[in-house]
């Protein structure tokens, strides 16, 4: 079992940034691919950005490319999510995930709880 715990969501204005965190217990960070998904209010959980184990390869949404960074310190047990110039529409639910198809945007072995971002105009 892996427990997921995410953190550095609020409320940002529009072109800001912000670093999410997802610490890790339970087992070593790197027997997983790891990723981040977001679900806004009445809309589906869809998929935002994925490392494989050791970070040396990435996949990302078409609507976070060149705004946002995925990222892993195995030796922390920590992945993150770097997001610049925010805007409105990505206000959210993100939540880290862990294992089972992240890499290929797909359903994860595990969930955080997640964390909220909410980007103003």
């Known amino acids: 079992q892996v427990q997921l715990v995410e953190s550095g969501g609020g409320l940002v204005q529009a072109g800001g940034s912000l670093r999410l965190s997802c610490a890790a217990s339970?087992?070593?960070?790197?027997?997983?691919?790891m990723g981040w998904f977001r679900q806004a209010p009445g809309k589906e959980r869809e998929f935002v950005a994925a490392l494989n184990w050791n970070g040396a390869s990435t996949r990302y949404a078409d609507s976070v490319k060149g705004r946002f960074t995925i990222s892993r310190d195995n030796a922390n047990n920590t992945v993150y999510l770097q997001m610049n110039s925010l805007k409105q529409e990505d206000t959210a639910v993100y939540y880290c995930?862990?294992?089972?198809?992240?890499?290929?945007?797909?359903?994860?072995?595990?969930w955080g709880q997640g964390t909220q971002v909410t980007v103003s105009s």
């Open positions: 995930a862990a294992g089972g198809y992240v890499l290929t945007a797909g359903p994860p072995d595990y």
């Open positions: 339970g087992r070593p960070l790197t027997r997983y691919n």
